[in-house]
T-cell receptor, first 115, second 112 residues
Framework: GAGVSQTPSNKVTEKGKYVELRCDPI?????LYWYRQSLGQGPEFLIY????????DSGLPNDRFFAVRPEGSVSTLKIQRTERGDSAVYLC?????????????FGPGTRLTVL | QKEVEQNSGPLSVPEGAIASLNCTYS??????FFWYRQYSGKSPELIMF????GDKEDGRFTAQLNKASQYVSLLIRDSQPSDSATYLC????????????FGKGTTLSVSS
């Protein structure tokens, strides 16, 4: 079956602009995660959804970052007033289980560049 | 704050050799451990997970977990040039206990 998909694959924006990144998880997966990865680093957790609700948003760096999953499937990560430090690859992952034994499968990522 | 430590490498091994990748973690209460492989410019790909002390084998890959020493390793037997990648170790964390907390990864280079 289809894996996790993310759009766009690349996004270039100017400092101060608003961006939206989309994630479509594996069909039937109730758990959805957003991470971001900077060069030379491992992915860094941002937010976790179980169904429609954000079960853990402890990784969001500040209030410029927000994510939604209104119907429990597709999720959108929204970044306001982008800064150059937001440049990274934003990864989405999904899992069929959200508990302690969940295996997460990653999408291809969106490379965000803030000029 | 949970931490995961990995030697960044690069680890260089000849084709056919055993590659040994190591990872330590800070939280003694961690229960679930994952190894991801990441090719340059690609996203992480899950290759192994382990929850119990001891060894878990899957093809050429063996994950080893020692909770007393807070140590998890990945062995790759008969290494191939196609195994050249960055290997990321992760444990579960976050407020809900389900987020992956990653190390920085170890770069493996297999020479033919």
């Amino acid at each position: 079956g289809a894996g996790v998909s993310q759009t766009p694959s690349n996004k270039v924006t100017e400092k101060g602009k608003y961006v939206e990144l989309r994630c479509d998880p594996i069909s039937g997966h109730t758990a959805l995660y957003w991470y971001r990865q900077s060069l030379g680093q491992g992915p860094e957790f941002l937010i976790y959804f179980q169904g429609t609700g954000a079960a853990d948003d402890s990784g969001l760096p500040n209030d410029r970052f927000f994510a939604v999953r209104p119907e429990g499937s597709v999720s959108t990560l929204k970044i306001q007033r982008t800064e150059r430090g937001d440049s990274a690859v934003y990864l989405c992952a999904s899992s069929s289980r959200g508990g302690h034994y969940n295996e997460q499968f990653f999408g291809p990522g969106t490379r965000l560049t803030v000029l | 704050q949970k931490e995961v430590e990995q030697n960044s490498g690069p680890l260089s091994v000849p084709e056919g050799a055993i590659a040994s990748l190591n990872c330590t973690y800070s939280d003694r209460g961690s229960q679930s451990f994952f190894w991801y492989r990441q090719y340059s410019g690609k996203s992480p790909e899950l290759i192994m997970f382990i929850y119990s002390n001891g060894d878990k084998e899957d093809g050429r890959f063996t994950a080893q977990l020692n909770k007393a020493s807070q140590y998890v390793s990945l062995l790759i037997r008969d290494s191939q040039p196609s195994d050249s990648a960055t290997y990321l170790c992760a444990v579960l964390g976050g407020q809900a206990g389900t987020a992956l907390i990653f190390g920085k990864g170890t770069t493996l280079s297999v020479s033919s």
